[in-house]
């Protein structure tokens, strides 16, 4: 049976195909990226039923357009049958077309897939025809599915292809796949109707006859309405998305594009966003989903002045996640790179429409170079820029603060006044740019001299001033100033010229010179011009209420240096007795300081001093030289040759020379060396154990003799007394006084002797006062004896009178003896 084809219809179904391809190709592309899951299955169902009726009106319009010499009947369980298909194909066309990205394999699975089940619509659908016998050709047939394979691998391409441009470029190519693809759907359903041989049957039972031509129009009505509809919703839901993403996409630009670093966390403290600044700033530090403990872990903040680190809950976001505005808030952190930053930081918590707390955001911006600029100039103001010491203004503000903190604890500030002596002339005579070096050079060289808490200022031309801080003693003060003397006075090479320049200075001291800045300073430069008067290159204190304490120490000082010029040390000489017989053993010379106004100054005043100021290594040459020369002068006398003890300090035997001095003293006088024998303390020998030995080696080896005095105070560990080459162990005054009182303790002196005594060492007592301290000593085996009980020390006149009137002993028993003192 023949028909023939209503060219309307024919048309008509390709329109159908059209749209309904155009709605494949809009869907599949909303479906690539879906907003959420919901989306996704609630478009693939609406989308599957509207192109399902689609593809299946397609179909039975197409079959309505042959027209067949016969009544035509339906069957309306096949009808259903196959509109259930092509719902089914359909939903299989958006899963396959809304991969992201088909590699070759989705093709092929596109393809085969659809290739084989398109095909099966247009067959179900002319299943649907009552009363006919239908036969198919097989070549066509075959040709049917060939045909729908590279079609549906082709509209895949299209998908793949519209998926990019603007709008219109969008819809351009989407239309011109849709004709494609439109023509492929209807190319798929004629080669089917031609595959079918139609043969008309005889009619059973009722059948529905409907007439083709207004089934068709009405079919074609209703779906095209459909599509249609479907059509405007998902080009509604197009621009209403692309809107949001076109927003979104505005607000991630803007946010970009801020200097300022912006971040964000939500309620439960994870950062959820943050811009590209803050990336630059923090780098890979800084994540998404994130919580706050695990960022705050990774970089800190620190308070901007103090630069102390803040607490977790005192940074900035989590302020304003507590609900905290934040404003001009300025802190220093550091970058990915470790580089310091400050941050003027904004921030506050977000909240929603209903008031919902939604999390907190801050802004940032990276003040560092403002704040560069500004300490810059906050330098400027405060230091003076030729020596980068500090200028007046911050010299009078640290001195304001340092009179806070001493009003508080009770300590002392010095406030040292330094004028360069005859500067102007440098200056004039060489200009300015060598004396700006030399005024530098000077500058550093207090620099060193001083410690990081204090302060040096640069207040005038050739004017410094020191502010020493939290002071407990002052005692220090005038062994400073004479080191500044010293090193201002030392040569300077600058360009091509060797200087030489020195300084006055005076000083003040908070709060007996003044309790406030100005009268401190102004103190200070009085005594500084004292010391222009006194003839420069020398140091002044304030004269006014002066710290007597500080006063004698300076006297002491400065007169020390010329004690020794006027032959102002005298040496006195107190004997050492044989314990058991009384007979003398030999002197011990102690010095004393004959001073022009002050009288006879013991050594203890003193020595500390000499010590501090390095005096004492020619003071203690002296000593040794004027001993050694008296001794051999007493036995050039024609007396008995005894030996003469001096005393080394610490400081003396530290000097490399010491053990060479000793032996031109020696040679230079002429007295033998086991005439003269070395006192060093016993902390001395402590300090430096292994030193010691070896120094002591050096004098043993020569004959001259050595003992450790204060014996007893200064913890010797026993296993380097044993190493101690030593003669002697003089035991400390203090031990010997507690044997005299009532509730003495002599078990300390009996282990001493006992202890020396294995050790073949002497053991002398000083500081013998009394006759029981005597007995008591003789008693525990003591060999020696030396303190007023016996004689003080004696002026070196006096010494031949000692000699000749010496105490006797009468020896009672063998170990007990009794001392008798005649006249001494
Ligand atoms: P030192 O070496 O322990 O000298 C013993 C001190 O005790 C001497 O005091 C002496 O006068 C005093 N003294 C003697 N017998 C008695 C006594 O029975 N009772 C009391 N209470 N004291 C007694 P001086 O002369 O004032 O010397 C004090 C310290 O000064 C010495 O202690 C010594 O360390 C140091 N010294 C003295 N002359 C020199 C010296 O030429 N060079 C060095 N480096 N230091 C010296
Ligand atoms: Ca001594
Ligand atoms: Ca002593």
């Known amino acids: ?49 509207v192109l399902g009726i689609g593809l299946w009106s397609l179909n039975f319009v197409g079959m309505l357009a042959y027209i067949m010499p016969i009544r035509m009947a339906y069957s309306l369980p096949w009808v259903g ?3 259930v298909m092509a719902i089914l ?53 075959i040709l049917s599915f060939i045909t729908s394979v590279i079609g549906a691998t082709l509209s895949l391409w299209c998908v793949v292809k519209s998926d990019k441009g603007s709008f219109s470029t969008r819809l351009r190519l989407k239309l011109e796949s849709a004709l494609i693809m439109g023509g492929t759907l209807t190319a798929i359903h004629y080669i089917g109707m031609y595959a079918a041989v139609f043969t008309p049957q005889e009619m059973e039972g009722e059948h529905l006859y409907l007439d083709p031509i207004s089934l068709g129009i009405s079919i074609s009505a209703i779906v095209i309405s459909i599509m249609l509809v479907s059509l405007v919703f998902s080009t509604d839901k197009y621009f209403l998305s692309q809107s949001l993403r076109n927003k979104s996409e505005f607000m991630e630009t803007i946010l970009n594009n801020m200097s300022g670093g912006v971040i964000a966390c939500d309620a439960q403290g994870k950062i959820t966003l943050f811009n590209r600044s803050a990336a630059d700033l923090f780098g890979s530090l800084i994540k998404l989903k994130e919580s706050l403990h695990e960022l705050g872990t990774r970089f800190s903040f620190y308070k901007d002045l103090t630069n102390e680190r803040l607490n977790l809950d005192e940074t900035p976001l989590c302020r304003a996640l507590n609900g905290e505005k934040i404003s001009h808030l300025e802190l220093n952190t550091y970058d990915s790179k470790g580089q310091k930053r400050s941050l003027l930081v904004e921030g506050q918590e977000l909240r929603g429409g209903d008031d919902e707390k939604l999390g907190a955001v801050i802004v940032f911006n990276d003040i560092s170079q403002a704040k560069l600029a500004e300490e810059d100039l906050k330098y400027r103001a405060t230091h003076d820029v030729l020596t980068g010491l500090s200028n007046r203004m911050l010299l009078l503000d640290r001195l304001n603060q340092a009179i806070v903190r001493a009003n508080r604890s009770g300590f002392n500030i ?54 020493i801080p939290d002071q407990i003693n002052i005692d220090k003060i005038p062994l400073l100033l004479e080191r500044i003397l010293e090193n201002i006075s030392r040569p300077y090479q600058i360009e091509d010229h060797e200087l030489n320049v020195t300084c006055s200075m005076g000083f003040s001291v908070f709060p007996d010179n003044g309790t406030d800045a100005e009268t401190l300073l102004k103190n200070a430069d009085a005594a500084m011009y004292q010391a222009k008067e006194k003839g420069r290159n020398t140091f002044q204190f304030y004269e006014g209420e002066m710290n007597t304490k500080v006063k004698k120490r300076l006297e002491i000082e400065n007169g020390l240096r010329r004690a020794l010029v006027n032959n102002e040390f005298i040496l006195e000489y107190q004997p050492k007795l044989d314990i058991q017989t009384g007979k003398l053993v030999g002197f011990e010379a102690l010095i004393r300081w004959k001073h022009p106004t002050q009288g006879l100054i013991p050594p203890n005043e003193f020595i500390p001093i000499a010590e501090d100021t390095g005096l004492i290594i020619p003071i203690g040459k002296w000593v040794l030289k004027t001993a050694c020369e008296q001794n ?23 000097e490399r020379d010491l053990f060479a001095t000793v032996k031109d003293i020696l040679n230079e006088t002429g007295l033998k060396p086991k005439y003269l024998e070395l006192e060093l303390t016993e902390s001395l020998a402590m300090s430096n154990p292994k030193e010691f030995i070896e120094l002591i080696s050096q004098f043993r080896e020569i004959g001259v003799k050595t003992s450790i005095d204060d014996f007893g105070t200064g913890y010797s560990s026993l296993n380097y007394l044993r190493q101690f080459p030593v003669n002697t162990l003089k035991i400390d005054q203090s031990f010997i006084a507690a044997i005299g009182s009532k509730k003495g303790d002599v078990s300390i002196v009996k282990a001493i002797v006992s202890l020396g005594h294995s050790l073949n060492m002497k053991i002398i007592a000083e500081g013998v006062e009394t006759k029981e301290q005597l007995l008591l000593l003789q008693e525990h085996d003591c060999d020696e004896v030396q303190g007023y009980y016996v004689s003080p020390s004696l002026p070196v006149q006096e010494v031949p009178q000692f000699l000749k009137t010496n105490v006797k002993y009468k020896r009672r028993g063998r170990k007990k003896t009794e001392i008798k003192k005649d006249e001494v």
């Not at 023949?2 to 494949?24: E, P």
């Not at 396959?96 to 089940?117: E, F, R």
């Open 89 to 141: 194909v359909a939903a299989l066309v958006f899963f396959l077309y809304s991969k992201k990205n088909p590699q070759v394999k989705d093709y092929l699975i596109t393809g085969t897939a659809l290739g084989i089940t398109i095909p099966i619509i247009t067959y179900m659908t002319i299943a649907s025809l009552e009363d006919i016998k239908i036969q198919y050709r097989i070549g066509l047939f």
């Open 632 to 654: 051999k002068a007493w036995q050039d006398a024609g007396i008995e040759p005894f030996c003469i003890s001096v005393n080394l300090s610490a400081r003396q035997s530290k």
């Open 1 to 49: 049976m023949h028909g023939t084809y209503n060219i309307y219809f024919v048309f008509l179904s390709y329109v159908i195909a059209f749209i309904a391809s155009y709605i494949a190709l809009d869907l599949s592309l909303h479906l690539r990226k879906p907003s959420t899951r919901t989306f996704y299955v609630v478009w693939l169902i609406n989308g599957a039923v």
């Open 414 to 467: 010095t406030i040292i006044f330094i004028d360069l002596d005859l500067f102007k002339i440098i200056n004039d005579a060489l200009g300015h740019s060598i004396g700006d070096k030399l005024l530098q050079t000077v500058a550093a060289r207090i620099r060193a001299l001083i410690r990081n808490s204090d302060t040096l200022a640069r207040i005038g031309g050739d004017e410094f001033v020191i502010v």
């Open 81 to 83: 049958c196959s509109i």
